[in-house]
Each structure stands twice: as structure tokens, then as C-alpha cells.
């Protein structure tokens, strides 16, 4: 195949959107150009202008997405060559789009090893169950090898990243702007319309209806700045009781030179990396993004010179499996015709 046509753009785009995506925005757009080449552009209305004001999580979501479109053309034999365009912030493209890469196909791929596990993975945000031994052994090999991991286990270094998420996250909760972004991506309701679509919903956040409309109720009011000042602020948002389940946390950093592009295509693959041995992931970005707390990390579990802090996540086995809640195909792709 020397063209990639409409439709097997759409099929391809619904493949590579079961990439993660911060808060489940799915940013990522398609588009095919003049000459055949696919291209990878960011919906600037899914930008979390907030939480993420330099916009480098958005560029990692989009990042993700593009593994996920490689991974989707090499299930097809083709192989592709890409140009990062996120350095070059080309914003005339279309109007409300970043054009953030260019593919070319070039010569014949096979499947990626990782590919088997695209649908595997899944975020779990509550307790973990206990991994058996041999998982543990295989997830400690493989986070030695690795030349992006970090992995922190045993009680005192889970007690210690769990206490540290836990103050992270009071600190960026008590930021009104911040809590009111995060609630326009939770999904509360099942009647919310777009619940089974994007965002946070009940099921994503291991809520019931009752806790998700007191959730809903106190994040988005004053309430949680009253109860904060009663001193009730660190209760509303701990998460280290579920957080010293996890078999362990694992740093995932990179290069500080590389592109958000590039180090989201390898985020991705960390994730599939250890779905492989039967875990399910649960993001503290927080401990990233809040320089005190990447500090605090880079002091207990220092990171190769040079390299940056991505995410951390808690990871372990799961009681069950959580759906992925994604918009449609016909919204993921572009018609390519510049505004």
C-alpha cells in the first residue's frame, strides 16, 4: 500500500486513540495531506490550560497517540518515517489545531512486540491486589534494564512517594482555577453527555453515583476551602491508604532535551511494558509537574544526569478491568484542508 486512503485513516485513528491521554482528553487529531502523508495535529480546545499552562502534557498525550498510530501501521506492515513538528508550533495550519507531527510511509514493519497489549491496558484508581512472586520478579528485571525506569518498592519507599502524592496533590487542590478544570473533565453522572465518551467518569475514578455527586459538589464550591481550613483539606484528596497496595511505583524520566512528542511515544511503550506482567497503572502525574515533589524524588531516587521526570505511576494487579471510554472515530479525523 503506497497511499493510506479516508477510511483506513479512521480505522487507523481509532486504533492509535487507545493510547492514554491526560484527564482522558484524547487530543490527538488526523489528518492526511495532498501527498499522502498522515498527519498528527493537538485540538487546542482539549488543552488543560491550568493544569498544564505550558502545554507539554498535551504534546505527551499526543505523543502517546502517535506510538499508538505507529503501532497501528506496523499491525499492517507498514512501516513509516516521522518528522516532529512540535518545536516549529505551527498554529496556521487549521484554526484551533498545533500541527505536532508529519508520517511518511516508508517500507514494510512488522507488528511491534508491544502491540498485543493495547487493549490490556487500563488505568485502575483504587486498591490493587497482591502480585505473585514471579510478577514481581519479572517487573523488578525488566525496571533494571530499562533505561527510563525507576522503580521504588518495599514499605518505607511506598510509604514515602504515597505521603508525598498525597501533600502534591492537597497543595495543587487548594488552587481554585486547578479543581475547577478537573471537574469540567469529571464525568459525575451518568447523564453527563458525554460520560462513555471522554474525560473522568464514575467507573474511571472507581466512584459510586452518591460519591461522585458529593465529589462533584465539594471540589467545584467553597466547600473545599472551608473544610480545608477545619483542617479536613488533607482527608478530601489522601489516596495513600490505596496507594501502599501497589507492588510498586515506578519513575518514569527522560531525556530533558527530547521532545514531549517523543517522550510520550516512549511513555506509551513503558506502559505496555509492564502491562505485559499483569499490571494496571495509576498516574501521579502531580509528583511531576510540582517542582517540590520532583525534587523531594530526585533525592531519594536520583535520576541519570540529564534527564527529566515524566510521571510516576502506581502499578499492580487489579480486581477487575476498567472499559476505555473514548469519542468517536469520525471526531478523531481531520479533512486535512488548512482553515
Request: hydrophobic content about 45%; aromatic content about 8%; proline content about 6%.
Amino acid at each position: 500500500m503506497s497511499r493510506i486512503d479516508a477510511a483506513t485513516l479512521a480505522d487507523l485513528a481509532a486504533e492509535a486513540n487507545l493510547a492514554p491521554s491526560v484527564h482522558n482528553t484524547q487530543p490527538a487529531r488526523w489528518a492526511l495531506d495532498g501527498d499522502g502523508r498522515i498527519l498528527l495535529a493537538a485540538d487546542l480546545s482539549r488543552h488543560l490550560g491550568i493544569g498544564d499552562p505550558t502545554g507539554r502534557d498535551m504534546a505527551l498525550s499526543c505523543g502517546t497517540a502517535l506510538e499508538g498510530m505507529v503501532m497501528a501501521l506496523a499491525a499492517h506492515g507498514l512501516g513509516v518515517a516521522i518528522e516532529d513538528l512540535w518545536a516549529d508550533n505551527i498554529l496556521d495550519w487549521r484554526r484551533g489545531y498545533r500541527l505536532s507531527a508529519r508520517l511518511t510511509l516508508a517500507g514494510d514493519a512488522k507488528p511491534h512486540e508491544l502491540s498485543g497489549w493495547i487493549t490490556r491496558r487500563f488505568t485502575w484508581r483504587a486498591r490493587f491486589l497482591a502480585a505473585a512472586p514471579e510478577q514481581v520478579t519479572r517487573l523488578e528485571h525488566w525496571a533494571a534494564e530499562a533505561a527510563d525506569v525507576k522503580l521504588a518498592s518495599g514499605h518505607e519507599d511506598l510509604a514515602f512517594v504515597a505521603r508525598l502524592n498525597d501533600h502534591a496533590s492537597l497543595s495543587i487542590m487548594r488552587e481554585r482555577a486547578f479543581r475547577d478544570e478537573l471537574v469540567a473533565w469529571m464525568r459525575l453522572s451518568p447523564s453527563h453527555p458525554t460520560y462513555a465518551l471522554d474525560g473522568l467518569n464514575l467507573a474511571a475514578l472507581q466512584m459510586g453515583r452518591l460519591e461522585g455527586a458529593l465529589a462533584g459538589h465539594v471540589l467545584a464550591s467553597p466547600l473545599f476551602d472551608i473544610a480545608d481550613r477545619l483542617g479536613l483539606g488533607r482527608a478530601l484528596v489522601a489516596e495513600a491508604a490505596k496507594s501502599m497496595t501497589a507492588t510498586a511505583c515506578l519513575l518514569f524520566h527522560r531525556p530533558e532535551s527530547e521532545s514531549p512528542i517523543a517522550s510520550g511515544r516512549a511513555f506509551y511503550r513503558f506502559w505496555l511494558g509492564f502491562t505485559r506482567f499483569g499490571f494496571a497503572g495509576w498516574p501521579m502525574a502531580v509528583l511531576a509537574d510540582r517542582p517540590d515533589a520532583t525534587e523531594a524524588l530526585q533525592q531519594r531516587f536520583p535520576l541519570p544526569p540529564g534527564h527529566r521526570l515524566i510521571n510516576v505511576l502506581r502499578v499492580g494487579p487489579a480486581p477487575s478491568t476498567v472499559p476505555k471510554y473514548r469519542i468517536p472515530v469520525q471526531d478523531l479525523v481531520l479533512d486535512g484542508k488548512p482553515a
